[in-house]
């Protein structure tokens, strides 16, 4: 099963759809089945968020997109939260873009998340970082781990090596207190409620960017470009270290015999419909069109710092 079909399998079952938010034909609180207690929250970030880990701060995380400058098309996103068949564009009249604040009220505490170690080809420490305009900001509690779905794509940095990147990242929390878990956003008016159809005992959220550009080169290019774009404007020391000059094709575009082929992956097509739904006793399915799903094939980095960032 490839990255993709991971977080699309996360994000429908058990039932109907677990992208949808505030869809019109469904009530849009959660409520999780009776006598199941919620004991986690899930945040899945899908695409290109850096993640910074504020040990002063404290204890605190942002995810974010920086927007692409003016002039530089190939590197626009268009932003979605939980729906992605509801894509919004980037441009937003706030600098910070879309903005998305969970609460530390209800979950449990950590002092340091644990990390899957498939991110060290892209987990770094600087002191010296930039906050610059952004698609997207989500500021988070340390979870209790940071994990990825699917099988990363292998890359090549300009210094010669060979690294694999996760193109998703997993957020879990522990939560004590169910009630008092809450997710803020400001351009939806403020508390935002997790995806109304959940597994039993869990809240999620789900986010993703993805690039506005469709053709199969110039989503290549714009993994690379984007990802060395992020470096030089918010994590300058860390350009040398970690620029990219190759990724690997996105799932539906690779060609290449072992070892990059993935024998397990399923095959998608334009018109494929799958049902969101595995028990016939659970509500009636809704059908979500897979070719409709984000589809960015570059990852972010997780960098530690002491310091707040400049402007």
Known sequence: MNRRDVLKALAVMPVSSAFGCRHEDR?????APSGVKVRTVQILLEGAFALVLHKNNPNRLTAFVPRADSGRSNLDHDFFFNDPS???P????DPAGYQFELSTN??????????????SDFLAETEKWILPARVATIILPF???INFG???LHVTFASGKKGL????HILEYYVEEPDKVKMSCSERGGVCEPSPHCPPGVLRFFFGVAPRVKDEAGQRQHAVDFFNFTLRRCFPDLVEKLTISEIEPSEEHNTQKPPYARPTSMRTRDNLLMPAVLSPELPEARLLRVSETVDCQVGGLIVRTNT???R
Do not use: C, D, V, W
């Open 150 to 152: 699917g099988r990363p």
């Open 27 to 31: 009530e849009p609180t959660y409520s």
């Open 86 to 88: 509801k894509m919004r």
């Open 165 to 168: 990147m996760p193109t998703n």
């Open 308 to 310: 707040a960032p400049t």
């Open 106 to 119: 209800g979950l449990r505490t950590y002092l340091e998340p644990y990390i899957n170690p498939g991110f």
């Open 90 to 93: 980037a441009e937003t009249k």
């Open 143 to 145: 979870p209790g781990s």
